[in-house]
C-alpha cells in the first residue's frame, strides 16, 4: 500500500464482509446446516488471499 487512501479500501472491504456475515447469520439467512466457523474461515481466507494478490500487483 503506497499511502494512507490506499490502505483505505482493504479496511472497507473487510469490514463490509464480516458486516454482512453477522447480519445475515443474526436474521438467519443462511439455512443450510454449515459449521459457520468453517465457513467464516474462508470468508477471512479468501479476503486475506485477495488483499495479499493485490498487494503483490501494486509491488511489481
Do not use: C, Y
Not at 439455512?31 to 477471512?44: Q, T
Amino acid at each position: 500500500m503506497k499511502n494512507s487512501a490506499s490502505q483505505l479500501p482493504p479496511v472497507q472491504i473487510s469490514a463490509s464482509q464480516v458486516h454482512g456475515f453477522a447480519t445475515l447469520e443474526n436474521a438467519g439467512g443462511f439455512g443450510i446446516p454449515l459449521d459457520l466457523n468453517e465457513s467464516f474461515g474462508w470468508l477471512v481466507a479468501m479476503t486475506v488471499a485477495g488483499l495479499e494478490r493485490e498487494a503483490e500487483i501494486e509491488r511489481a
